[in-house]
């Protein structure tokens, strides 16, 4: 059965649910509704990815995310830690994070690994070329799933390297990170190639960008514009593509919306038979 992680951004500009949830206890609250709707891991993080977004500094990052890991650990919640810093994801595990989420696979911070290594977290290893504020620019590839599944490839050898178990490795081929539009599909087609890597395959489409673009174009609108497709149309095409997902071996998909993707794997896991 595919695992659910469920995502609590701690940041006021997250793309998808922007700001609401700054406060900790807030923030701790909607963690465990997801939680009850069916998340095995909650994935913490304070710093927005999205395209365009801002840095912000370790510090803040700590402040926003330790007192919600903190009350989801003592809760009994297994928590993942969404960060670039290897600062932030040792002071998440003291916190009691069990998993270190790192979009860029360790080439966001030199230290990363070693902290990693040190900390016996799990950790994601994300597909990655670059920050936020050009990654666009680096989107360029002949074939996508294998080129991304060659560089995953890279950075499992490096983690290795580091001292983290393989058994501890989990890939995910970062979905919207330096891909554009089709790009992702293209990724998303080629799953198996990311699967053959090895270890346990996360994938991550909630809410996306490239899922609003197909949306619009299927229903005759401009791509430039995505104002008009909502919240809830950008999580049922989730839904979809986790289902999807989990039938080309995804052993888990990151949402927002939990419970619309718990009723998408319930129905496929019985066509499956499963
Ligand atoms: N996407 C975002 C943030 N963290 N982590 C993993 N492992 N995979 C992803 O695809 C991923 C991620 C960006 O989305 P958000 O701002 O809605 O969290």
């Known amino acids: 059965m595919t695992a659910i992680w469920g995502i609590v951004n701690v940041t006021p500009d997250s793309f998808s649910d922007g700001g609401r949830f700054l406060a900790a206890d807030d923030a701790v609250a909607h963690g465990l509704r997801l939680r009850a709707e069916g998340a095995s891991v909650l994935d913490i993080g304070g710093e927005s990815t999205r395209p365009g977004a801002e840095r912000v500094s370790p510090e803040v990052e700590q402040a926003r995310v ?4 903190e009350q989801l650990a003592e809760a009994g919640v297994p928590v993942s830690i969404d960060t670039l810093n290897a600062s932030t994801a040792a002071a998440a595990v003291r916190a009691g ?3 270190v989420n790192d979009v860029s696979g360790g080439l966001a911070d030199p230290e990363m690994r070693a902290a990693v290594a040190e900390s016996g977290a799990d950790y994601v290893i994300g597909h990655w070329r670059g920050f936020s504020s050009d990654m ?5 590839y002949r074939r996508v799933a294998r080129e991304v599944a060659g560089e995953l490839q890279e950075r499992i050898g490096e983690a290795a390297a580091s001292g983290i178990a393989p058994s501890r490795l989990i890939v995910d081929p970062g979905i919207g990170f330096a891909k554009a539009g089709a790009q992702n599909w293209d990724v998303l087609r080629g799953l198996d ?3 053959a890597l090895g270890p346990r395959v996360l994938v991550g489409t909630s809410r996306k960008r490239f899922l609003a673009e197909t949306l619009q174009r299927t ?6 514009d995505l104002a008009g ?17 989990a039938r080309a071996g995804a052993w888990a998909v990151r949402v927002h919306d939990v419970a619309a993707t718990r009723d998408a794997l319930a129905v496929v896991h019985a066509w499956d038979g499963a």
């Open 193 to 195: 190639e990311i699967v």
């Open 97 to 99: 994070a069990r998993i």
């Open 66 to 69: 330790i007192p919600v890991i």
């Open 229 to 245: 497709v909502s919240t809830e149309r950008r999580d049922l095409a989730t839904a979809v593509t986790s289902a999807l997902a």
């Open 136 to 140: 666009y620019a680096r989107a360029e």
């Open 219 to 224: 229903a005759g609108g401009e791509t430039a």
